[in-house]
Nanobody, 133 residues
Framework: QQHLVESGGGLVQPGGSLRLSCAAS????????IGWFRQAPGKEREGVVCLSGRDGTTYSADSVKGRFAIVRDNAKNTFYLQQNSLKPEDTAVYYC??????????????????????????WGQGTQVTVSS
């Protein structure tokens, strides 16, 4: 069964860094589309960074470009969200997600859909990132 387990969240000061982990089982991270999403209190879940399992194309939200990156370690069947230069507005619950590569998608559209809960079938449990001084 496809399963995602997250870790790595915590409290960090502005300007600091975190690396969130998403350990996958039941599928290969080198073939599935993968992504990171976040949900702040009172806001909808939004795409942060996503990676196409078909061609390796990435998409990053404008708010995190140059600061966040999605990284795969296929030997560990794990992918990460490297978060640098964190800002208070990055505070949210972060979720990893996966989508079978058999579904042909545009990764930008898939990452920016208004209700990603409906477009990504496999989700981690969420991990809290709080950026505060």
């Amino acid at each position: 069964q496809q399963h995602l387990v997250e870790s790595g969240g915590g409290l960090v000061q502005p300007g600091g860094s975190l690396r969130l982990s998403c350990a996958a089982s039941g599928f290969s991270t080198d073939s599935y589309h993968i992504g990171w999403f976040r949900q702040a209190p009172g806001k909808e879940r939004e795409g942060v960074v996503c990676l196409s399992g078909r061609d390796g194309t990435t998409y990053s939200a404008d708010s995190v470009k140059g600061r966040f990156a999605i990284v795969r370690d296929n030997a560990k069947n794990t992918f990460y969200l490297q978060q640098n230069s964190l800002k208070p507005e990055d505070t949210a619950v972060y979720y990893c997600a996966a989508l079978p590569p058999s579904r042909f998608i545009d990764i930008r559209s898939q990452c920016t859909m208004r209700t990603p809960e409906e477009g990504w079938p496999y989700w981690g449990q969420g991990t809290q990132v709080t950026v505060s001084s």
